[in-house]
């Protein structure tokens, strides 16, 4: 029996809610946890050994945590695996031998895209979104609480920057011209613990 000694674990991000893929070698997993980054910046969990098992420990689309244990055999010998969260069963993605997880991903192409016609005006959302990927991959979106732990959650005109620890909650306008440049003038977006505001109503403090 062959082997391929790489592997793929294609995620959907909670974040951008994009597909992330990653490969990696099996020997390059330790105790140490691989951390699994989207290209967006947004850390959808890690990978590490235990012992005789893998575990997978990654944020589901909704944002919740979803700690997965597989076996070492499984998860070195089975070409493709269907990850689902073992408390809500909801798919989180796909994890298995580069070509088949490849295959997979093509079969089922926009089950996790967003569509244009989802926003009131596409092409500020689109602006909207980039920037914050853009100031997320420079770490620069965070909540001043212990554990700041943001997600991204889009609405037809307007996105939330949820802080999934303490639950603070920054809303960002993406309908109108003047939402995208109140946006471009921001560098960094700190979020106080536990209240909800509008995103124009502490612009004022940036030079
Ligand atoms: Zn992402
Ligand atoms: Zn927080």
Not at 18 to 45: A, E, V
Not at 164 to 187: D, M, N
């Amino acid at each position: 029996m062959i082997v391929n000694s790489e592997r793929t674990i294609a995620l959907t991000c909670p974040a951008c809610q994009g597909i992330q893929k990653h490969t990696f070698s099996l020997f390059s997993i330790s105790r140490k946890p691989l951390q699994l980054m989207c290209r967006c910046g947004f850390s959808q969990g890690h990978l590490r050994r235990l012992n005789k098992h893998f575990e997978l420990d990654v944020l589901s689309i909704e944002g919740e945590r979803a700690r997965i244990l597989l076996p070492r055999g499984q998860f070195f010998g089975t070409p493709l695996i269907n990850l689902a969260s073992p408390m809500s069963g909801q798919s989180l993605g796909y994890l298995g031998d580069p070509a088949m997880v490849q295959e997979v991903m093509i079969e089922e192409p926009s089950e996790f895209c967003l569509e244009s016609d989802d926003f009131t005006n596409p092409d500020i959302m689109r602006y909207v979104l980039e920037s914050l990927e853009q100031l997320a991959g420079q770490d620069k979106i965070r909540c001043e609480c212990e554990h700041s732990c943001i997600g991204i959650d889009v609405y037809p005109d307007q996105v939330e920057l949820v802080c999934s620890y303490c639950g603070s909650v920054v809303k960002i306008g993406a309908r109108t011209q003047q939402h995208q440049e109140r946006l471009a003038r921001v560098t960094e977006i700190v979020m106080e613990p536990c209240t909800s505001q509008f995103l124009g109503e502490w612009l004022k403090p940036l030079t």
